[in-house]
Protein backbone atom coordinates (compact mmCIF):
# COMPACT_ATOMS: atom_id res chain seq x y z
CA UNK A 1 0.00 0.00 0.00
CA UNK A 2 2.84 2.59 0.28
CA UNK A 3 4.07 2.16 -3.08
CA UNK A 4 0.67 2.61 -3.92
CA UNK A 5 0.61 6.25 -1.95
CA UNK A 6 4.52 6.57 -3.18
CA UNK A 7 3.37 6.14 -6.91
CA UNK A 8 0.23 8.83 -6.11
CA UNK A 9 2.41 11.61 -4.65
CA UNK A 10 4.85 11.17 -7.50
CA UNK A 11 2.09 11.51 -9.78
CA UNK A 12 0.91 14.50 -7.99
CA UNK A 13 3.89 16.18 -7.97
CA UNK A 14 4.89 15.84 -12.03
CA UNK A 15 1.27 16.80 -12.39
CA UNK A 16 1.92 20.01 -10.40
CA UNK A 17 4.96 20.84 -12.25
CA UNK A 18 2.99 20.27 -15.59
CA UNK A 19 0.84 22.47 -14.72
CA UNK A 20 2.95 24.87 -13.45
CA UNK A 21 5.05 24.84 -16.62
CA UNK A 22 2.03 25.54 -18.46
CA UNK A 23 0.93 28.57 -16.64
CA UNK A 24 4.34 29.85 -17.14
CA UNK A 25 3.80 29.42 -20.56
CA UNK A 26 0.92 30.81 -20.78
CA UNK A 27 1.96 34.03 -19.45
CA UNK A 28 4.95 33.80 -21.66
CA UNK A 29 2.79 33.88 -24.89
CA UNK A 30 0.25 36.82 -22.88
CA UNK A 31 3.56 38.80 -22.39
CA UNK A 32 4.56 38.44 -26.12
CA UNK A 33 1.20 38.94 -27.59
CA UNK A 34 1.24 42.73 -25.55
CA UNK A 35 5.04 43.50 -26.21
CA UNK A 36 3.68 42.52 -30.28
CA UNK A 37 0.78 44.88 -29.73
CA UNK A 38 2.31 47.98 -27.85
CA UNK A 39 4.97 47.38 -30.65
CA UNK A 40 2.29 47.32 -33.85
CA UNK A 41 1.22 50.74 -31.93
CA UNK A 42 3.96 52.38 -32.00
CA UNK A 43 4.83 51.69 -35.57
CA UNK A 44 1.95 52.78 -36.74
CA UNK A 45 2.13 55.93 -35.11
CA UNK A 46 5.36 56.10 -36.53
CA UNK A 47 3.96 55.74 -40.17
CA UNK A 48 1.35 58.67 -39.42
CA UNK A 49 3.15 60.89 -38.08
CA UNK A 50 5.63 60.32 -41.43
CA UNK A 51 2.60 60.79 -43.79
CA UNK A 52 1.69 63.98 -42.08
CA UNK A 53 4.90 65.12 -42.76
CA UNK A 54 5.30 64.28 -46.13
CA UNK A 55 1.41 65.99 -46.52
CA UNK A 56 2.87 68.95 -44.84
CA UNK A 57 5.80 69.43 -47.07
CA UNK A 58 3.64 69.91 -50.07
CA UNK A 59 5.12 68.82 -53.15
CA UNK A 60 7.11 65.47 -52.81
CA UNK A 61 9.38 63.71 -55.65
CA UNK A 62 7.98 60.50 -56.66
CA UNK A 63 10.71 58.23 -54.90
CA UNK A 64 9.55 59.78 -51.55
CA UNK A 65 6.03 58.55 -52.64
CA UNK A 66 7.43 55.39 -53.63
CA UNK A 67 9.17 54.99 -50.47
CA UNK A 68 5.99 55.66 -48.71
CA UNK A 69 4.38 53.37 -50.79
CA UNK A 70 6.95 50.38 -50.55
CA UNK A 71 6.93 51.30 -46.60
CA UNK A 72 3.38 50.72 -46.49
CA UNK A 73 3.65 47.54 -48.61
CA UNK A 74 6.08 46.38 -46.22
CA UNK A 75 4.09 46.62 -43.15
CA UNK A 76 0.96 45.40 -44.65
CA UNK A 77 2.92 42.00 -45.50
CA UNK A 78 3.94 41.87 -41.75
CA UNK A 79 0.24 42.10 -40.87
CA UNK A 80 -0.80 39.48 -43.52
CA UNK A 81 1.43 36.95 -41.96
CA UNK A 82 -1.26 36.18 -39.94
CA UNK A 83 -4.71 36.48 -41.02
CA UNK A 84 -7.06 39.02 -39.14
CA UNK A 85 -9.88 36.86 -37.32
CA UNK A 86 -13.62 37.56 -38.81
CA UNK A 87 -15.73 38.73 -36.32
CA UNK A 88 -18.74 35.73 -36.07
CA UNK A 89 -21.14 38.13 -35.21
CA UNK A 90 -24.07 39.38 -37.54
CA UNK A 91 -24.08 42.27 -39.10
CA UNK A 92 -27.34 44.31 -39.17
Not at 1 to 14: A, G, H, N, S, V
Not at 86 to 92: K, N
Given at each position: ?14 T ?7 A ?45 A ?15 V ?7
Open positions: MDKLFQKIDFLTEKKIILMTQEELQLLRDLKAQNEKAKTEILAKIQTLEDAIANGGNTSPEVDAALDLKTSIQGTDDIVPDQSTEPTA
